[in-house]
């Protein structure tokens, strides 16, 4: 089945922009960045910035991102999937990550929400000068599946404290 990712959530006032790779099946179906009401990424960001349990509108939730300096996008803008898992992304299409970048010439760190994310992003445009000038930080993915090394949203959330620096 081919999938299609959201746009960005970005503005003028970026500074940090979130890739993920591609929405998983909650998430397309509630139209919605990070919609799976398991996956850690909002939580994360909610206790990094403030401390508390995220809002549970989702427009409160992309206003928070954003009035945070943060924007959020996914390095693949449509592929194959069948399911949620990045393992079985097949035939890519990567988003124009460099012309959002031209856009918004004030975000100056991307961060990649897991590996694949960061496989895609340096494949496509690694070699972009739009990437290549700014920081580029690969984090564990804020997916609900455990993995060795990170179990739970405790595991994910000391990983994910050093984009406090970034924004």
């Not at 979130?18 to 206790?47: C, D, E, K």
């Amino acid at each position: 089945m081919i999938v299609h990712s959201f746009p960005p959530a970005a503005d003028e006032r970026s500074r940090l922009l979130i890739l993920g790779s591609m929405p998983g099946v909650a998430s397309l179906r509630a139209h919605q960045y990070y919609g799976n009401p398991r996956n850690h990424f909002w939580p994360i960001l909610y206790r990094l910035f403030a401390g508390r349990e995220p809002d549970a509108a989702y427009e409160e939730r992309l206003r928070f991102a954003s009035e945070h300096r943060i924007a959020l996008w996914d390095s693949i803008a449509a592929c194959e999937r069948e399911g949620s898992l990045d393992a079985d992304i097949k035939n890519v299409v990567p988003n124009d990550i460099p012309g959002l970048l031209r856009r918004f010439p004030r975000i100056a760190t991307i961060v990649c929400n897991g590996g694949k994310s960061y496989a895609e992003l340096m494949k496509h445009h690694g070699s972009s000068p739009e990437v290549a000038e700014r920081r580029v930080v690969k984090l564990p993915s804020t997916s609900p599946v455990p993995t060795p090394r990170y179990r739970n949203l405790e595991d994910r959330l000391e990983a994910w404290q050093v984009i406090k620096e970034f924004v």
